[in-house]
């Protein structure tokens, strides 16, 4: 800036030169992300000063990390020479997911199968089997635990999982308590063993111990469950 000054009576003007400096203006960059998911971590860097104070908390580094449980807006005071600007930066936090899981069964016998189902999310995906329908169907050999991983539609994620076991199946035994000869129309008493409840096929006989009549020659059967 040119200045001209004239004091009254004078003839001649009298320049002055006024120089202005202005500091680069002072940014806050967030590292990772200015939005955050849950209880997550973040690096505020500040450039463009020569000194930093950072409201509230009155550090002088030029940068913080804060994990903000909450959206927050984060405040800095920047100087370079005698110049002092404020500046801001906030930081959005959005909830985890909560993800549950219903199953239909946590206990499986050779054969059977269980229906899982996520609960809680926008999206899932299914481990061990890698499949992203909210519910799977599955069988097993062994006792297995299966995870599953739900994101929002914000990208925030949460996980469970569920162990379902796998049972043997029950080695069932017979004993007659009385001749398996009779006559038609006649009645053989019969005791299974090797679970807790049991079905006598034909007849559809649950009693303990089994009352079985024949007309004929006929071949019962015990199915145990436990």
Not at 90 to 98: D, E, F
Not at 187 to 202: D, E, L, S
Request: neutral net charge; proline residues 7%; glycine residues 8%.
């Amino acid at each position: 800036y040119t200045m001209t000054m004239q004091p009254p009576g004078a003839c001649n003007s009298t320049f002055r030169f006024l120089q202005l400096t202005f500091p680069p203006p002072t940014t806050i960059t967030a590292s990772p992300s200015p939005t955050l998911c849950g209880a997550q971590s973040v690096t505020l860097t500040a450039s463009g000063a020569s000194s930093y104070t950072w409201v509230p908390s009155g550090f002088n580094s030029n940068f913080i990390v804060v994990t903000p449980t909450a959206s927050t807006i984060y405040s800095l005071s920047g100087q370079t020479g005698t110049c002092v600007g404020n500046y801001t930066r906030q930081i959005t936090v959005n909830p985890s997911s909560t993800v549950n899981i219903l199953t239909s069964n946590t206990s499986l016998c050779p054969g059977q199968v269980a229906t899982l189902t996520a609960l809680g999310a926008n999206s899932y995906t299914w481990y061990p089997s890698l499949q992203n329908t909210q519910s799977i169907t599955v069988t097993q050999t062994a006792t297995t635990t299966y995870s599953v991983i739900g994101t929002e539609t914000t990208g925030c994620s949460g996980t469970s999982s569920v162990n379902i076991t796998m049972s043997a199946a029950p080695s069932i035994t017979i004993t007659p308590v009385t001749t398996t000869y009779i006559c038609s129309g006649g009645n053989v008493i019969a005791v299974a063993g090797g679970a807790t409840n049991f079905t006598w096929m034909p007849g559809n006989i649950t009693s303990f111990p089994a009352v079985l009549t024949a007309f004929a020659t006929t071949n019962f059967t015990a199915i145990g469950s436990s």
